[in-house]
C-alpha cells in the first residue's frame, strides 16, 4: 500500500510562496495520480489540484488557478505544489493523497502538513 508523507507547510505572510512536497514509500508511485487537499477550520475539504501518473494536471479549484502549480518527479516519488501569491484564506491542512487516476476515489490519505498565510 502506497504511504504519502506530506510536508513543506509553514508560516509566510501574505504574496509569499511555500512549496508542499508529498513523497511516497512504495515503487508503485508512479503508477498513482496525486491529489492535493486542503481543509480550513469549519469548512469542508476541497481538492486543489490532481497530477495523472504521467504528469497531466486537471482540477485546479477556480481559487488557486494561476498561482498554484501541481508537478511531480517519479524518480524521486514525490510530488510537488508550488503556492505564489498565498492570500489568508489559503490557511489550511493541506493533505496529499492517491487514486488510480484523477477524478476515482482517493486514498492512502497523508498525515496533512499546516500553511498558515498572515501578517
Known amino acids: 500500500q502506497l504511504r504519502l508523507v506530506a510536508s513543506g507547510g509553514g508560516l509566510v505572510q501574505p504574496g509569499g510562496s511555500l512549496r508542499l512536497s508529498c513523497s511516497a514509500s512504495a515503487s508503485t508511485f508512479d503508477y498513482h495520480a496525486i491529489g492535493w487537499f486542503r481543509q480550513a477550520p469549519g469548512k469542508e475539504r476541497e481538492e486543489v489540484p490532481c497530477?495523472?501518473?504521467?504528469?497531466?494536471?486537471?482540477n485546479y479549484a477556480d481559487s488557486v488557478k494561476g498561482r498554484f502549480t501541481i508537478s511531480r518527479d517519479n524518480a524521486k516519488n514525490t510530488v510537488y505544489l508550488q503556492m505564489n501569491s498565498l492570500k489568508p484564506e489559503d490557511t489550511a491542512v493541506y493533505y496529499c493523497?492517491?487514486?488510480?487516476?484523477?477524478?476515482?476515489?482517493?486514498?492512502?490519505w497523508g498525515q496533512g502538513t499546516q500553511v498558515t498565510v498572515s501578517s
Open positions: 493523497a492517491a487514486a488510480v487516476g484523477c477524478g476515482y476515489a482517493f486514498g492512502s
Open positions: 497530477i495523472t501518473n504521467t504528469g497531466g494536471s486537471t
